[in-house]
């Protein structure tokens, strides 16, 4: 139980340690994680972005005020002036009731002439150039507006909304008739983007978009490719700026917003603004929210890794960049948010959230786990096998104890016995106390017999002791059966000559030899033929047998006995084992007797086996092997 404690208590002490140690080390790879990355998102993430305030072309589109707040991009003018009536509506029932074109042309040249604002004066230049292309007449159509497009410097100034119409005319007219002027026409016109102040954004989108479609119809997508995708931009921007003016004339409280802060506004699609204020104008850039995402992606890139994730909310708490909200394992996102912390000075409401991915603690730790698990088992696999061990030792020693104790408490006991015995003896006739020579003779007898027991008793004793220290040598050489058995017989004869003792012996003639110990053999055979005595009744038939059964020899003590039960014979050759019958008591014995038979025919490399029955008698055979065999 002891030892069972000492492996036990140290073993769970263990693993509440390693638990604990686990518990911890996760703890601090947690908070060093949770510091290193912290750090790295200052970097990345709490710089405010260059881009947002060093280069307007980064944004998607801007509005612009003058410092009285008046709009001054994107440009909106009231183009349907009204204008002076004068005989136009003549020319025009020429032109489209009575489809009298030469005659709507001469209305058209007359009024032009005649008119003093510079708008009807064109607007009949162009009505010129419609009738002679519904007259089919082409080329004096393509002339006319060819003037228009590229007017003499001596004559009256264009107005812009005019001359985009015409310029469109114009392509419309080389695009017809395949004039090979058509694609230099158009990317003439496809490049002078700049703005016109007279004319309204909205006019100017809708000229390059028309330009556009004239370029599709010619077929020269491909060939003004370049030229078409940057004024789908302008177009794109344009627009945008068209749409961030209206909200904010009718946005009081989008007005009101801080400068130099991006904000969402909720256009269709929404859009996000940074107002920017200098001396003489206002600035409101804007970004859609893909190049918004843009902007962030690699930042959000940048910081992604195996370990962590992260994303970027707007003000309104919409996520532009990084991983979008999942529903994952039971839970929202797919790890454990462990920083919030707001975007630097121009996005003081945004937010950029930072996660653990799930299970990558759990994965570490299973790692520190396996190891301290197997530290742990192989720590307490060295503990059992240690404890055993010393268990083993400790039994071992506590079973030496027993046998010395035992072997002093049966030397003592058998020792006295003879001692007591020839003592009595050798008192009696000393004091003279006996009748006759006869008589003393006999005395002296009993007392030969009890030393012959004696020694043989301390014989016993001495062979036992030397085979317990392992110091018991055999002087084993070829041997004949014969002889040993003869050297037994002759000691046991007069003990057993007795009358009622019949003892009958049988050696068989030409036996082989044994590899054997002589002496130790017959004392083997005397220990048999001891017990085969001791452990009879009165009327005694023992017998021993030599003979040769295959190739071993066999030396069999039998009698007529007191026998023994299958359970007791299963015992008998162990050291100091006596069968508790009155029988085996009341006889003198050490219960070592048959101990050192068994070492003994172990030696040999021979065997010895038992039959008996209660009651009924023993049959002892030692089987030797044969010399050579
Ligand atoms: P002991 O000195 O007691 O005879 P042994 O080792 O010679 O010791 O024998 C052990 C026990 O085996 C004996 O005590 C006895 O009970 C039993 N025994 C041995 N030989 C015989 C036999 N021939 N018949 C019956 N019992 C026997």
């Known amino acids: 139980m002891l030892l069972g404690v000492a492996v036990i208590l140290p073993t769970v002490c263990l693993l509440w340690f390693m638990s604990q140690a686990v518990k911890n080390e996760r703890l601090a ?169 007279s004319i309204s954004t909205e006019t100017k989108i809708f000229v390059l978009g028309e330009l556009i479609k004239l370029a599709q119809k010619s077929g020269l997508i491909e060939k003004l490719k370049s030229e078409i995708e940057k004024t789908q931009k302008i177009i794109n921007s344009a627009s945008l700026s068209i749409m961030a003016a209206d909200y904010f004339d009718a ?82 996102s797919q790890g454990q948010k462990f920083l919030t912390r707001s975007l630097g000075k121009f996005f003081p409401d945004w937010q950029v959230e930072l996660y653990f991915r799930y299970g990558i603690f759990t994965a570490a730790a299973r790692r520190q786990q396996m190891i301290y698990t197997w530290t742990a088992i192989l720590v307490i696999g060295l503990m059992v096998v240690l404890a055993g061990v010393a268990g083993k030792t400790v039994a071992r020693q506590v079973k030496l104890n027993k046998l010395k104790n035992d072997f002093i408490a049966t030397v003592s006991h058998e020792l006295k016995t003879p001692l007591s015995s020839m003592r009595v003896l ?36 001495l062979t036992f002791s030397r085979m317990e220290r392992n110091k018991q040598a055999f002087d084993i050489g070829p041997a004949e059966p014969a002889e040993i058995a003869k050297a037994a017989v002759d000691a046991v004869q007069t003990k057993f000559g007795k009358a009622r003792c019949k003892f009958d012996v049988s050696i068989d003639e030409n036996l082989p030899q044994v590899p054997a110990d002589k002496d130790a053999m017959v004392t083997v055979l005397l220990n048999l033929l ?54 085996s008591r009341s006889a003198e014995g050490t219960g070592l007797g048959l101990a050192i038979v068994k070492f003994i025919v172990d030696a040999h490399k021979g065997q010895i086996t038992v039959e008996s029955k209660p009651d009924e008698g023993s049959e002892f055979v030692v089987k030797m092997p044969i010399v050579g065999k």
């Open 29 to 197: 790879v947690r908070q060093k994680l949770i510091d290193s990355y912290t750090s790295r998102a200052q970097e990345i993430f709490f710089k405010d972005p260059e881009i947002a305030i060093e280069d307007p072309n980064e944004f998607s589109a801007s509005i612009i005020y003058d410092q009285n707040d008046k709009l001054i991009y994107p440009f909106r003018t009231n183009q349907t002036a009204n204008f002076p009536a004068y005989n136009i509506e003549k020319a025009w029932e020429l032109e489209y009731v009575d489809k009298n074109y030469d005659e709507a042309i001469k209305q058209y040249d007359s009024i032009s002439l005649l008119s003093s604002i510079v708008e009807i004066t064109y607007d009949c230049k162009i009505a010129v150039v419609r009738c002679l292309i519904k007259q089919k007449k082409t080329t004096e159509a393509i002339e006319k507006c060819r003037q228009l497009v590229y007017p003499s410097p001596d004559t009256l100034p264009i107005p812009p909304i005019h001359s985009a119409y015409a310029r469109l005319m114009l392509i419309d007219l080389y695009s017809k008739t395949n004039h090979p002027d058509v694609l230099k026409e158009l990317q003439n016109q496809l490049s002078q983007i700049e703005v016109k102040p």
């Open 426 to 461: 050798v008192d009696t006739l000393l004091d003279g106390n006996y009748e006759g020579e006869k008589t003393a003779a006999e005395y002296l007898q009993l007392v030969s017999k009890e030393n012959e027991r004696l020694s043989r008793l301390i014989d016993n004793f």
């Open 530 to 583: 001891d017990n085969a005595y001791k452990y009879s009744y009165d009327d005694k038939q023992i017998e021993l047998k030599v003979f040769a059964e295959e190739d071993k020899v066999c030396f069999s003590v039998k009698d007529n006995g007191i026998g023994m039960g299958r359970r007791a014979v299963k015992k008998i050759f162990n050291r100091f084992y006596q069968v508790d019958s009155s029988l």
């Open 251 to 332: 946005d009081i409280a989008a007005q009101g917003k801080p400068d130099k802060t991006f904000y969402k506004i909720q256009t269709t699609p929404p859009l996000y603004c940074i107002k920017f204020k200098n001396d003489d104008k206002k600035t409101v850039n804007l970004l859609t929210a893909e190049k918004m995402k843009q902007l962030w992606q690699s930042s959000v890139d940048d910081f992604t890794d195996e370990l962590i994730f992260c994303r970027i909310l707007d003000n309104t708490g919409q996520i532009i960049a990084g991983q979008p909200e999942m529903w994952l394992g039971g839970k929202y």
